[in-house]
């Protein structure tokens, strides 16, 4: 069966974001049909839309799968739920949040799944990480990550030192 690369988004304000985090890349790499190729470090964020929440933690994942997009997406919402992830307001706080950000060299428009992600152009929290991973990594239409990253808005990232032990990530 052949792999195909994925890239994961990871996101978190509450509930211990580092923690909610490196466990997120734990169970990420117990996914059927799947490896973990790399990991991104963490990066601290200023949250989009409400400004009344905590800073984000954010990373990137890097998979190799043969599952199937959106059988992919079904796999990252069940991580999303086993975190206690509600869905109770646009861009507002979230223990976990999984975003598949590239599946390989694909553009898929379908109701549950865009992909590429398409708010990557606009986020450093994203487009930073996804570097970190592949310093060479275009969108499908040809666009260097790094060229976007260039032009996208500056979210005032924090580079976080890896912790010893995962779960005493900073919040």
Not at 54 to 60: K, L, R, T
Not at 111 to 137: A, T, Y
């Amino acid at each position: 069966m052949a792999l195909t690369d994925a890239f994961i988004g990871l996101g978190s304000n509450l509930e211990n974001p580092g923690a909610q985090l490196a466990r997120a890349i734990a169970e990420l790499a117990t996914l059927p049909n799947t490896e973990l190729a790399a990991q991104s470090p963490f990066y601290r964020s200023k949250p989009l839309g409400p400004q009344d929440q905590p800073d984000f933690i954010n990373g990137c994942a890097w998979l190799k799968t043969s599952l199937p997009p959106l059988e992919l997406l079904d796999q990252l919402q069940a991580i999303e739920l086993a975190h206690g992830r509600e869905r109770l307001q646009h861009w507002g706080p979230r223990t976990l949040d999984l975003d598949l950000l590239l599946y390989g060299n694909r553009v898929i428009d379908h109701p549950r799944l865009h992909v590429p992600h398409p708010e990557l152009p606009d986020r450093d929290f994203v487009l930073r990480p996804l570097l970190d991973l592949n310093p060479h990594l275009a969108l499908p239409d040809g666009r260097y990550l790094s060229e976007l990253l260039g032009r996208c808005p500056d979210n005032r990232l924090q580079r976080l030192e890896p912790a010893r032990n995962p779960g005493s990530l900073p919040d």
